[in-house]
């Protein structure tokens, strides 16, 4: 058990799809075996995009049910809800008033928004609120309130967690050292998960394989990839095949050495490497697709492990939140 505290958060908008999970969720699972993690669904976070409490409550139970039908060990990570940790809007408050405006300018999920506006014509401000633009310090908070080490994150959040780690040095500057400096840990196979048409499998692309969908649709998935017309017969080149490149993420290192000689190998056709791959995959997830029923079947089940874990949380939030009332306010 290694001495680091990790942290991350997950947005309440929707069930992951196998991209996330073999680029986001698997990794934060194993690594939760070895270090105390602190693990939240950031509902808070949700709210500058979804207006509609029943959608993020349902999206919520749907995260929280699939982490634990995952296998994330409840003896080294707390899960908890990030509304739920009240000092987490109390500390976003205070650390705004030693935040740079200018940082606020410069995060790419703000100019995203002010260049589409410029590109349309619109103003620079057209449909941003001040969740989204003041979206850094709430996650600063969430990183800051638990004396994080390492945020395991997907690229797109690297900023944001450099960010945390700007706004710590700044409260440190003034009032002393209060807060340690976090640093983002990004997975190298984060955000390489092949989709159906060989692009990075992402909603907006329109072509993700669901995580939880019942088998006949995962087949059809996959059974959808998209091959050139190579003939089973015709030796193929395993290291340009979404097929095997997804496989690797479902086998061991011998049955991905037996495939990928198998799959360059004439005899072997595109519809039976995909029907390999489909039983793999299907071996994999069935079980996690069946606790995640049951979970969602039995959400009481879900709130216990919920409050237990805002309980844990609460009582670190609440020592260090009391430290930097004492020095902003004595
Ligand atoms: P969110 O909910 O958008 O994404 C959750 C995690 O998944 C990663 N991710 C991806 N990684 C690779 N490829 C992709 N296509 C992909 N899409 C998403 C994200 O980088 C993230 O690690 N702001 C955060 C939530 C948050 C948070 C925090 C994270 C709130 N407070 C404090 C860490 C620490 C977010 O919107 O993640």
Known sequence: MSEKIVLTGIKPTGIPHIGNYVGALKPLIEMAR???????????????????AAQIRRHTYEIAALLMAAGLDLENAVLFRQSDIVQVSQLATMLMNV????????????????????????????????????YPVLM??????????????????????????????????????????????????TGIIPGLDGRKMSKSYDNTIPLLCPENELKKKIMRIITDSKMPDEPKDPDASTIVQLYAHFANADELADFRARFAAPGMGYGMAKTELFDKVNAALTPVRM?????????AEIDAVLAAGAEHARAVAEQTYNRVKHAMLG
Do not use: W
């Open 291 to 299: 606790e995640y029923e049951r979970l969602m079947a039995n959400p």
């Open 99 to 134: 935040t740079p405006k200018g940082l606020m300018n410069r995060a790419h999920s703000y100019k995203a928004s002010v260049d589409k506006n410029t590109a349309a014509g619109l103003d620079t401000d057209a449909g941003v609120n001040m969740g989204l633009y003041t």
């Open 140 to 189: 600063a908070a969430d990183i800051l309130l638990y004396g994080t080490d390492i945020v395991p994150v997907g690229a797109d959040q690297k900023q944001h967690v450099e960010f945390a780690r700007d706004i710590a040095g700044y409260f440190n500057k003034i009032y002393g050292e209060t807060f340690k400096l976090p640093e983002p840990a990004i997975g190298q196979d």
């Open 34 to 52: 070895h270090n105390k993690t602190y693990m939240f669904i950031a509902d808070l976070h949700a709210l500058n995009t979804i207006h509609d």
